[in-house]
């Protein structure tokens, strides 16, 4: 049973910032929150990780209030190579692995 | 880069027929993982192994069984596939635990007819 819910799916234009907001009301107090993106016929593959505040890279940001209850994978300026499955996972360093739900469809439109 | 190749990329089977799905890693990771996606369903895991030899079962280990004779091998079996067993498999390995960043493969669907 995934941890987390997420919107279904998700369209954007090109060129707009997209945010993507991920419930997870049980998340404990070891637990990370990760974020997979997910091309058609490819495995997921990592975008980001965090535990709390803001984490940014060179693909997206991601941030977490101070409860932790929730989490935003926020894209900046997408692309249509941005349409893709993105999924939320939460879990800690132990030996639990992360449950993938069904993830957010986002469908970028020119 | 790591990099974690599964065998085939497509295979068509019969039903009753066992199968075999190969996935190798090539960065000594510990944890490996075998994962169905079926649409609309998500991405549910079969089994996962921590070590050699060891392996535990993931939420639908049902009609399948799993090998880990060596660190970077880590193969699905199907004893006697079924059509329901129609779907995409992945493959994942991961360094530190088994919450830690996942490398997939890029897949193997298989038909069962």
């Known amino acids: 049973l995934a941890k987390t819910t997420q919107p279904i799916s998700m369209d954007s234009y090109e060129g707009q910032e997209v945010n993507i907001t991920c419930s997870h009301n049980?998340?404990?107090?070891?637990?990370?929150i990760t974020w997979y993106q997910q091309f058609p016929s490819q495995g997921p593959r990592f975008i980001i990780q965090g535990y709390k505040t803001k984490v940014t890279n060179e693909v997206a940001s991601l941030f977490i209030p101070a409860d932790r209850k929730s989490s935003t994978l926020s894209l900046p300026r997408v692309s249509l190579s941005d349409t893709a499955v993105y999924y939320c996972?939460?879990?800690?360093?132990?030996?639990?692995?992360?449950?993938f739900g069904k993830g957010t469809r986002l469908s970028v439109i020119a | 880069d790591v990099k974690v190749t599964q065998s085939s990329r497509y295979l068509v089977k019969r039903t009753g027929e066992k199968v075999f799905l190969e996935c190798v890693q090539d960065?000594?990771?510990?944890?490996m993982f075998w994962y169905r996606q079926d649409p609309g369903l998500g991405l549910r895991l079969i089994y996962f192994?921590?070590?050699?030899?060891?392996?535990e079962k993931g939420d639908i280990p049902e009609g399948y069984s799993v090998s880990r004779e060596k660190k970077e091998r880590f193969s699905l079996i199907l004893e006697s596939a079924s059509t329901n067993q129609t779907s995409m498999y992945l493959c994942?390995?991961?360094?530190?635990?088994?919450?830690?960043?996942?490398?997939f493969g890029e897949g193997s669907r298989l038909t069962v007819l």
């Open positions: 192994s921590y070590d050699v030899k060891m392996k």
């Open positions: 960065m000594d990771h510990e944890n």
């Open positions: 996972l939460v879990g800690d360093e132990g030996n639990t692995p992360l449950v």
């Open positions: 049980n998340i404990a107090t070891n637990d990370y």
């Open positions: 994942a390995s991961s360094a530190t635990s088994a919450a830690g960043e996942l490398f």
